[in-house]
């Protein structure tokens, strides 16, 4: 015997303006371009993380220890992009020193704006690093003060991204305006790994481009399984073996019930003691066998002894 009871989908009056707000927070459109599909997984994205994380807690040394100033970086956003989208996505006029890729073929470039090197060559030179700036190109010895720290700065770059790829970058040139910094074709698939760099309390983006067709070789090989040893592999079975026996031992309560039927509340409001129902359950059809509502075999009531029993019997796909 069972009762059909009324289900209410309502919930406290907060609930459900807090689920619509996470709602529009969590789905937000993102444009979608048939032509040039995403190629770059998530899981690349991931492992890119990952470098570009120890590289950005390298990098905030490298700033701090040179401008004896608190520094701060991190990675904000690891995209796929055209070569072109990212050049229009900086500046008129920034600080753009070229490097190679070997073993990746093609260059790659590390971007910092022109306002945020100012300051850093100020604060070496013993000054305050103020937020206003000249916006112009560097002067041969302004060159030297901060090629250094470009220089330390693609160093921990290959010191983070060895789990990846073995990368060597050497400095080829420096670019002030990012449309003569012909490093790839306008159309070609890059990745941008775009960071934030606060000195003091004046935050700067700060971008890294890499070829993708030279990383993604890479990526792949990164976001393979590692091989499984022999000895690892008889310590797994021998746990999936105490696992599964373990498992048949596992006590389950189990129901020998029959089949449900319906009532309706007028009814079900005026039973008194001595009421008789009557049951949908055919009399020739086996009772339902079930654990946790799910029926998995079929049985005939009976008794052993004093006790009541249940004859397991074969279902009727069984015996057709």
Request: overall charge neutral.
């Amino acid at each position: 015997m069972s009762q059909t009871n009324p289900t209410f989908s309502g919930s406290s009056p907060g609930r459900p303006a807090s689920r619509s707000r996470r709602r529009a927070r969590t789905s937000e459109p993102v444009p979608y371009d048939f032509k040039r599909p995403v190629q770059l997984s998530r899981e690349h994205q991931r492992i890119l993380q990952l470098g570009f994380d120890t590289f950005a807690r390298q990098a905030m040394t490298v700033f701090t220890s040179a401008l004896r100033s608190v520094c701060h970086v991190e990675v904000t956003k690891v995209e796929q992009s055209t070569y072109h989208e990212y050049v229009d996505s900086l500046g008129g006029m920034t600080y753009m020193t070229l490097f190679t890729n070997e073993p990746m073929p093609g260059s790659g470039v590390l971007e910092i704006p022109l306002n945020a090197v100012m300051s850093c060559i100020d604060h070496m030179l013993g000054g305050p690093g103020s937020g206003r700036q000249p916006e112009r190109p560097l002067t041969d010895i302004e060159s030297g003060v901060i090629k250094g720290v470009v220089a330390r700065l693609l160093g921990e770059m290959r010191y983070s991204l060895a789990d990846i790829v073995s990368v060597e970058p050497e400095i080829t040139g420096v670019e002030y305006s990012p449309q003569f910094a012909q490093v790839a074709g306008p159309a070609d698939i890059v990745v941008v790994v775009r960071l934030e760099l606060r000195i003091a309390d004046r935050a700067h983006r700060m971008t890294v481009c890499l070829p993708f067709n030279g990383l993604l070789p890479h990526l792949t090989a990164a976001a393979a399984p590692a091989p499984v040893s022999n000895r690892e592999r008889a310590e797994r079975e021998r746990a999936a073996g105490m696992l599964q026996g373990k498992f048949q031992t596992v006590p389950v309560d189990v129901s020998v019930r029959f089949r449900s039927t319906g009532l309706d509340s007028a009814t079900l409001s005026t039973l008194q003691l001595g009421d008789v129902l009557r049951l949908a359950h055919p009399a020739s059809a086996p009772l339902d066998v079930t654990v946790d509502d799910t029926v998995f075999a079929h049985a005939t009531a009976g008794a052993q002894g004093p006790r009541l029993a249940a004859l397991i019997v074969a279902t009727p796909e069984e015996s057709k």
